[in-house]
Structures are given as C-alpha cells and as structure tokens.
C-alpha cells in the first residue's frame, strides 16, 4: 500500500525497497544483510565496482570484504538459518562479489551483527530467498505483505522539510487506515518516517562542531599578527631610506602607501601559492579520510568562499600594514640624515 502510494507523490524522485535486515552466514561470519529490488534505481553508493543487478550477486561493505579476506569477483556463500528451520531457511548460495558500497545505517542492536553501517554489512537480492521462505513471511491481510523499509531520494528542488512532511502525510493516512482494521486486523503495525539516518562515524565527526573554523581563525590571527610585527621591524630598519625618499619629495601618504604595497605584494605571493596548495592538501586529506570511514570520497572546492577568503587575505594584509604604515610616514628625515 505505501510502496504504491510512493510511487505517486510529487517529491519523490526514486526509491528502493529493503524487505529486511538480518545476519546470515557468509562464509563463516554472520553479517547484516539487506535485501533488495535487483537493478533498483536508488542503491547505496558504490565505492568499487557495479550495484547487484542479478540475483547471484552481492555488494558488501568495504570493511566486510576485508574481514571476509575477498575481492571484487571472488564468491561467497550466503544462509540463513539451519534446514530444521525450514521454512526460514535459505540454503548455502554461492554469491559473486560484484562491489563496495557505503552501507546505510539501519537496522537494529543485538548479539549479532544485524545492522549496517558504513563499510559493514552487504546487500544482495531478494530474489533468492525460496518460495517456502517468502510464503512464510506473507500474512493473511495483504496490506501488511510489503518490504519493511523503503529508501527515499527526494525530487530535486524539494526542500529536506517539505520533502519528511510529505512522506510523514502518507504515513499518517498508512497508519490511520491500520488502526481502523477492526478486531485488530491492524496488527499493531505502524509506519515511520525518519530522516538521514547518520552512522556514529559521521555524528562523531560532527561534535566536532566550530573547532575547525576557531582552529583556522587563531591561525589567520597569527599570520596577520606576524605580518604585521614583520612590516614594523621593515619600517625600522629602512629608517634611512625612507628618510630620503621624504627628502625626494614623498608624501605622507606615499610612504604609507610604499608598506601598504609590501604588505600586499606578500599578500598575493601568500594567495598565489596557499590556495592551490591548500586546496590540493584539503581534498588529499578528505579523500584519505572519507576512505578511513568507508563514505565516498567526492571533494568539492567552493569557488565562491575560496574568492572571497582570497579578497580578505589582500584585506587584512592592508589592515596589517596601516600602523607600520603610519610610522613610515612619521618617519623624521632632517634628523636621521644630519645624523649620518
């Protein structure tokens, strides 16, 4: 019912069906595995090679292919339970490894791993489960026969609220027409709606909260102050010089203006090498770190902030010049050249 309801709403773009989450035995380990639609149109990301597309393939989690000593195109072998389970049971089925993939964080805790997260767990088809087993997980009310979760991407231009208001409208019409079953026909089922559900690898990342941005505050502060402490000491020690160009007829203003033009000249010597350097450092180490936590490393420079902090690098550099600047301009020619 909600599947079809889904299909037809306008903030929907694409979405897959996951029919559940449970540890099977593969290969002597349990893991957490999702069962899903083959060639679905909406699949967690792939990191290395294609998404299933045929029932005899598997995608795992980057961690997972470690742990079970593979590689992309070895086989695995998949069951689930024991045959004196039957009907819930899936027989030992040879899988090939035809991906990596950044795995959701779904599912629930237990004494097995039975939930994925990032590079944990595996994603196969449906499809191979046998008839027996699928019969066996039907109930008699057919409304309630469908996958327990479904993965959506929001239509573009669909703001992240609209789009969980939407989804939590059909949701509510879902469960309303649950509990109007009578004689509890409903089965005390519920439908929920939740957002982006963010692994820990990723909430850990995020307490990091302002650090970074307090961290590169301090150092621009210091590189501004540095700045500044090194025109002063350049003012002092070209006293003389500066003196002479008084003599020659400078300005004021114009001796201001010749440390304003040092500060600057640094300035855009700093922005010419630092930013292409700073921007091939910062999407090596986000790559380098994306790959740690199994995510999908797709770096990405904003061109408009990496502008502006360019502009007011060339800014404060101008800032930093005004006092050396001032003392330039103060500088007391008839007395330093009677000196010499």
Sequence with gaps: MLTGI????????????????????????????LFGDTHATLTPPILAGHAVTQKNQIV???????????????????????RQDAPLYIPPTHLVIVGTATMPAVGSSGIFADHTSMGTGALISARIEPAAYQQAQLSHDPTLNGPNMVFVKLRSGVSRTAGLAGLQRIADDANRA??????????????????????????????????????????????????????????????RGLALLTTLGFTRGQLAGAVAWQASVAAVIGIAVGVPAGVALGRRLWVLFAQAIYAVPEPTVPVLPVILIALGALVLANIAAAIPGRLAARTPAAGLLRAQ
């Design 6 to 33: 889904l299909v037809h709403s306008t903030s929907v773009a694409s979405r897959t069906l996951i029919s559940s989450v449970m540890s099977t035995d593969a290969s002597g380990q349990n893991v957490a595995v």
């Design 178 to 239: 649950f509990a109007a079953v009578p004689d509890g026909g409903g089965g005390g089922y519920s439908i929920a709606v939740l957002g982006v559900q963010r692994p820990a690898e990723i909430v850990n990342y995020r307490t990091m909260g302002a650090a970074p941005v307090v961290l590169a505050a301090g150092l621009a502060a210091g590189a501004l102050a540095a700045l500044a402490l090194t025109l002063a000491a350049s003012v002092r020690r070209r006293r």
């Design 60 to 82: 795992l989690g980057a961690a997972t292919l470690a742990q079970l000593h593979k590689h992309i195109g070895d086989t695995v072998v998949v069951s689930y339970g024991e």
